[in-house]
């Protein structure tokens, strides 16, 4: 079955500070990994979006990392603010289903803290 | 554009009754899909729509679900009767290409 699977389940980091989160998935072949961010009560924003060949994808402050290797993937947010306090949701889509059928993360709640 | 519109944002009703939630895409959007997120589950594909035919119900939970698009510009996802077990919220999303475009999200509890 296909998996996406995120850590850490929750994060607490200061206003300023660096953080990285983790997505490990068992989907293969796959077409494209995304990064989702979902501010509480809002439906998911897209951050990034890779196919399997790209390495790495910036958006401002977020730089998410792609080894099709090791079926890993990191979301870096740089100097975070109080807005990026949200959940963060690693997506897969297989290879032969494009954009329809994609596979969720349970996702990462992060909190910045004053 | 607007974004993707649902409606009611909340509803709170009783085992037993039927609940339809509403969507309305993004204009000139020719996919359409229907999510289902609870903190257990995360978020789950229930069913999705390519130019307002239905591609894939595999994801509906159960008969009690029922989804249609008469148009290019709505949907409804109609659950009857609705169970405690169906409170989450429901999450509608359109496309044109690779990105998907999440509405606000429907709050369903089933008392």
């Known amino acids: 079955k296909n998996q996406v699977e995120q850590s850490p389940q929750s994060l607490i980091i200061l206003e300023g500070k660096n953080c990285t989160l983790q997505?490990?998935?068992?989907?293969?072949?796959?077409?494209?990994l995304r990064w989702y961010k979902q501010d509480t009560g809002r439906g998911p924003v897209s951050l990034t979006i890779?196919?399997?060949?790209?390495n790495t994808k910036s958006n401002g402050r977020y730089t998410a990392t792609l080894d099709a290797d090791t079926k890993q993937s990191s979301l870096h947010i740089t100097a975070s603010q109080l807005s990026d306090s949200a959940s963060y949701i690693c997506v897969v889509s297989p290879f032969n289903f494009g954009n329809e059928k994609l596979t969720f993360g349970t996702g990462t709640r992060l909190t910045i803290i004053p | 554009d607007a974004g993707v519109i649902q409606s009611p944002r909340h509803e709170v009703t009783e085992m037993g009754q039927e609940v339809t939630l509403r969507c309305k895409p993004i204009s000139g959007h020719n996919s359409l899909f229907w999510y289902r997120q609870t903190m257990m589950r995360g978020l789950e594909l229930l069913i999705y729509f390519n130019n307002n035919v239905p591609i894939d119900d595999s994801g509906m939970p159960e008969d009690r679900f029922s989804a249609k698009m008469p148009n290019a510009s709505f949907s409804t996802l109609k659950i009857q009767p609705s169970e405690p077990r169906d409170s989450a919220v429901y999450f509608c999303?359109?496309?044109?290409?690779?990105?998907?475009?999440f509405g606000p999200g429907t709050r369903l509890t089933v008392l």
């Open positions: 999303a359109s496309s044109a290409a690779d990105t998907q475009y």
């Open positions: 997505c490990n998935y068992t989907v293969s072949p796959f077409s494209n």
């Open positions: 890779m196919t399997f060949s790209e």
